[in-house]
């Protein structure tokens, strides 16, 4: 994942969100569930980089639909240089939600354009977006997506300790 990558655009999911699909390979070590401080965890089914959240890609959207922006976001996305690199810093993280607690293990990832897209998403969408730390969530308890991070400030309050 360090070498140059321009992955094909992957469109906006039906929830509404922008995810940069990373290769299963990558991950193929991590074992299937993973007991930590008491809680059981499974290895997420599939690994991504949440470019755009729900409600912040729903929005996007709805500008573009109306012919309002350009550069298009596929457009800027295409003009990146996906390449990103594993940093081993991993992170267990808590939110409590209706349902009950949800725990997320995700690790850092070192992808610059992922700073690049959003503050350029932003200015051609004349709303600056916050930002977020490339990450990838690898294990989930509680639910089967995981913890969403919009945002650093969310990383900080949802944060528990580092693995």
């Known amino acids: 994942m360090t070498q140059a990558?321009?992955?094909?655009?992957?469109?906006?999911?039906?929830?509404?969100?922008?995810?940069?699909?990373?290769?299963?390979?990558?991950?193929?070590?991590?074992?299937?569930?993973?007991?930590?401080?008491?809680?059981?965890?499974?290895?997420?089914?599939?690994?991504?980089?949440?470019?755009?959240?729900?409600?912040?890609?729903?929005?996007?959207?709805?500008?573009?639909?109306?012919?309002?922006?350009?550069?298009?976001?596929?457009?800027?996305?295409?003009?990146e240089d996906w390449q990103c690199r594993r940093t081993d810093a991993r992170w267990l993280l808590r939110e409590d939600k209706p349902e009950g607690a949800v725990h997320s293990i995700i690790e850092l990832l070192d992808l610059p354009a992922l700073v690049r897209f959003r503050h350029n998403v932003g200015w051609a969408h004349g709303q600056p977006l916050p930002a977020t730390p490339a990450h990838v969530t690898l294990y989930v308890a509680g639910n089967d997506i995981g913890i969403g991070l919009a945002s650093k400030a969310e990383f900080q309050r949802l944060r528990l300790r580092r693995l």
């Open 5 to 79: 990558w321009h992955p094909r655009w992957p469109g906006f999911n039906s929830r509404g969100s922008l995810l940069l699909s990373l290769p299963d390979e990558a991950f193929a070590q991590l074992p299937p569930t993973l007991a930590l401080d008491g809680i059981a965890f499974e290895r997420k089914r599939e690994f991504h980089v949440t470019l755009l959240d729900r409600e912040t890609g729903t929005r996007i959207r709805a500008q573009e639909l109306a012919g309002a922006v350009r550069p298009s976001v596929r457009e800027l996305f295409e003009g």
